[in-house]
């Protein structure tokens, strides 16, 4: 069973940033693929950022130049991060990790290509 458990959510201003933290149980050593979601009130959940297990990167339109995803994988560490930068009231929202062994991108993929979530972590842009 993969756990996932975020953190570094918080409140910031317009033109900050923040590091999402997703610290993964060991089970998540051979997954496939990862990903950052993110859920607006009354919207969508919708992908942000997915990175394959041989490092190809994807990205919503919305965050591309502003939003960095990386992972660091070892024998005592299994952790996946978004880099958020140039923060904008719109990316207010609960950002939620997820792991699975499907082809996701970002452009194309859906919520249904991930089986294991984690909690989420609330991301406050104030103007």
């Known amino acids: 069973q993969i756990q996932l458990v975020e953190s570094g959510g918080g409140s910031v201003q317009a033109g900050g940033s923040l590091r999402l933290s997703c610290a993964a149980s060991?089970?998540?050593?051979?997954?496939?693929?990862m990903a950052w979601f993110r859920q607006a009130p009354g919207k969508e959940r919708e992908g942000v950022a997915a990175?394959?297990?041989?490092?190809?990167?994807?990205?919503a339109d919305s965050v591309k130049g502003r939003f960095t995803i990386s992972k660091a994988n070892s024998k005592l560490e299994h952790t996946l991060y978004l880099q958020m930068n140039s923060l904008k009231p719109e990316d207010t929202a609960m950002y939620y990790c997820?792991?699975?062994?499907?082809?996701?991108?970002?452009?194309?993929?859906?919520?249904?290509?991930?089986?294991?979530w984690g909690q989420g972590t609330q991301v406050t842009v104030s103007s």
């Open positions: 997820a792991a699975d062994n499907s082809l996701y991108d970002c452009a194309s993929g859906s919520v249904n290509d991930f089986g294991y």
């Open positions: 060991a089970y998540a050593e051979g997954v496939y693929m």
């Open positions: 990175v394959d297990s041989d490092g190809r990167t994807s990205y």
